[in-house]
């Protein structure tokens, strides 16, 4: 939170006295107070970000963007909030852009919580494209055969996919009208299926012609693809067996995990204290719809500022993040945690194997502890929904020289380049 909960509406605190200002919330940060610092009851406190991520790097000193114009403010950086501007926007440019909710927390002029404002861009991921308010409120929902409206698309409350997490998923990208390595999706979705007692209640071909079908209906080339089976509606007991008629689910559409300049400038991170499942009590082998574990630790990291989080497992080695494998490079040499870690067996990760093999690159999977991400000369993560990402700081610890090194790089662009084949 960067306003004063208690403080009076339309002031900021400036230079260490609370001042007046135009319009409530409002941030002013002080040319003269150190990085990552704030006002913030009369005292200078630390501060998880620096607002000064806010300001369009092309616009004159002095200035800010309010209501859509160019105005002098009396330091840069600074950040004002048209107070009527739609919510989870910004003018960034002089355009108002879309805006995530993340890592600056504002309040409204009445006190009462504000959206939080994050790190932006104004493109995203290159597969990705900007889904602009109620884009795809036209778009269809596969269910059991039936191609329903978004707003249409329901299941029973009494499903135990609902009620207990009871249920398997899958998450797939599609490259210029082409699922990106189906089968092993397929494969998996299957896996994880079985692993549970759980009767998929179609066949693969008929899964993959359903995919097809759902992205077509979509007008969708490139895009994200959502594979739920649930056991279906039962009782509000936990017995499986008074379930019946399984639901499958398919959903496409966009989805843009990080801001596009994070793709450039990389992740910072935070090592959770929410242990990964025990593999005897859950295998995260199976992609199952209870993600409450990751969830904890997604918290976790969006309460301390940032967007990812690692996951040790229960012997304290390095497993996976909250949705991501993990990746180190140490002199040349890629090192991630095997299976037996406790990790997803993730797609993506494969591939980014055998690419890295095949450019000539040593890749052992091996078990890893702290000490070895933070003495990594690089790290990234791999993911279907993230693709390849670099990670640059964890636990306040930077990695190499604080950017995405040489290889990570390589290696983003050539997936980029294979997926899309």
Same mark, same amino acid.
């Not at 692993?195 to 899964?207: D, F, H, S, V, Y």
């Not at 209906?217 to 649930?230: E, K, M, P, Q, S």
């Not at 002199?331 to 450019?359: H, K, N, Q, Y």
């Given at each position: 939170?960067?306003?004063?909960?208690?403080?009076?509406?339309?002031?900021? +605190?400036?230079?260490?006295?609370?001042?007046?200002?135009?319009?409530?919330?409002? &941030?002013?940060?002080?040319?003269?107070?150190?990085?990552?610092?704030? +006002?913030?009851?009369?005292?200078?406190?630390?501060?998880?970000?620096?607002?000064?991520?806010?300001?369009?790097?092309?616009?004159?000193?002095?200035?800010?963007?309010?209501?859509?114009?160019?105005?002098?403010?009396?330091?840069?950086?600074?950040?004002?909030?048209?107070?009527?501007?739609?919510?989870?926007?910004? +003018?960034?440019?002089?355009?108002?852009?879309?805006?995530?909710?993340?890592?600056?927390?504002?309040?409204?002029?009445?006190?009462?919580? !504000?959206?939080?404002?994050?790190?932006?861009?104004?493109?995203?991921?290159?597969?990705?494209?900007?889904? #602009?308010?109620?884009?795809?409120?036209?778009?269809?929902?596969?269910?059991?055969?039936?191609?329903?409206?978004?707003?249409?698309? #329901?299941?029973?409350?009494?499903?135990?996919?609902?009620?207990?997490?009871?249920?398997?998923?899958?998450?797939?990208?599609?490259?210029?009208?082409?699922?990106?390595?189906?089968?092993?999706?397929?494969?998996?979705?299957?896996?994880?299926?079985?692993?549970?007692?759980?009767?998929?209640?179609?066949?693969?071909?008929?899964?993959?012609?359903?995919?097809?079908?759902?992205?077509?209906?979509?007008?969708?080339?490139?895009?994200?693809?959502?594979?739920?089976?649930?056991?279906?509606?039962?009782?509000?007991?936990?017995?499986?067996?008074?379930?019946?008629?399984?639901?499958?689910?398919?959903?496409?559409?966009?989805?843009?995990?990080?801001? !596009?300049?994070?793709?450039?400038?990389?992740?910072?991170?935070?090592?959770?204290?929410?242990?990964?499942?025990?593999?005897?009590?859950?295998?995260?082998?199976?992609?199952?719809?209870?993600?409450?574990?990751?969830?904890?630790?997604?918290?976790?990291?969006?309460?301390?500022?940032?967007?990812?989080? &690692?996951? &040790?497992?229960?012997?304290?080695?390095?497993?996976?993040?909250?949705?991501?494998?993990?990746?180190?490079? #140490?002199?040349?040499?890629?090192?991630?945690?095997?299976?037996?870690?406790?990790?997803?067996?993730?797609?993506?990760?494969?591939?980014?194997?055998? &690419?890295?093999?095949?450019?000539?690159?040593?890749?052992?999977?091996?078990?890893?502890?702290?000490?070895?991400?933070?003495?990594?000369?690089?790290?990234?993560?791999?993911?279907?929904?993230?693709?390849?990402?670099?990670?640059?700081?964890?636990?306040?610890? #930077?990695?190499?020289?604080?950017?995405?090194?040489?290889?990570?790089?390589?290696?983003?662009?050539?997936?980029?380049?294979?997926?899309?084949?």
């Amino acid at each position: 939170m960067l306003v004063d909960a208690e403080q009076p509406p339309n002031t900021q +605190w400036f230079g260490g006295k609370l001042t007046p200002c135009s319009v409530r919330p409002a &941030l002013l940060v002080d040319a003269k107070q150190p990085p990552n610092t704030q +006002w913030f009851g009369g005292k200078l406190t630390p501060c998880s970000i620096s607002p000064a991520l806010l300001v369009d790097a092309k616009q004159p000193p002095n200035t800010q963007w309010f209501g859509g114009k160019l105005t002098p403010c009396s330091v840069r950086p600074a950040l004002l909030v048209d107070a009527e501007q739609p919510p989870n926007t910004q +003018w960034f440019g002089g355009k108002m852009i879309q805006s995530l909710p993340q890592l600056a927390s504002l309040t409204r002029g009445d006190g009462s919580p !504000e959206v939080p404002l994050s790190i932006q861009s104004p493109t995203t991921r290159p597969t990705t494209a900007p889904a #602009k308010p109620d884009s795809t409120a036209g778009f269809k929902i596969w269910i059991n055969g039936t191609l329903f409206d978004k707003q249409d698309a #329901k299941v029973s409350v009494y499903d135990h996919g609902l009620l207990y997490g009871d249920g398997v998923f899958e998450g797939l990208r599609s490259y210029g009208g082409k699922v990106f390595r189906l089968d092993r999706h397929l494969e998996r979705l299957w896996n994880s299926a079985k692993a549970i007692l759980l009767e998929i209640p179609i066949t693969r071909a008929e899964m993959a012609k359903a995919i097809d079908e759902t992205l077509k209906a979509n007008g969708l080339d490139d895009g994200y693809i959502r594979l739920i089976v649930t056991r279906g509606a039962g009782t509000l007991g936990l017995d499986p067996n008074r379930t019946s008629n399984p639901q499958v689910i398919i959903i496409t559409d966009y989805i843009a995990v990080y801001p !596009e300049e994070l793709y450039s400038a990389g992740l910072e991170i935070i090592t959770s204290s929410s242990l990964r499942n025990h593999p005897a009590a859950l295998s995260p082998r199976i992609k199952s719809l209870n993600y409450l574990n990751n969830i904890l630790a997604k918290i976790e990291a969006t309460q301390a500022g940032c967007l990812e989080a &690692l996951m &040790l497992n229960h012997k304290g080695e390095v497993a996976e993040c909250t949705a991501d494998n993990i990746f180190l490079i #140490k002199e040349g040499v890629l090192l991630t945690p095997p299976t037996d870690a406790g990790i997803l067996e993730g797609i993506t990760r494969e591939a980014v194997i055998e &690419l890295a093999r095949s450019s000539g690159y040593e890749v052992r999977e091996v078990a890893l502890t702290r000490h070895d991400v933070y003495i990594a000369d690089e790290v990234f993560l791999t993911g279907t929904a993230v693709e390849v990402i670099a990670v640059v700081k964890i636990d306040s610890r #930077k990695i190499g020289n604080g950017s995405p090194g040489p290889i990570t790089r390589e290696l983003k662009e050539k997936f980029h380049a294979f997926a899309r084949k």
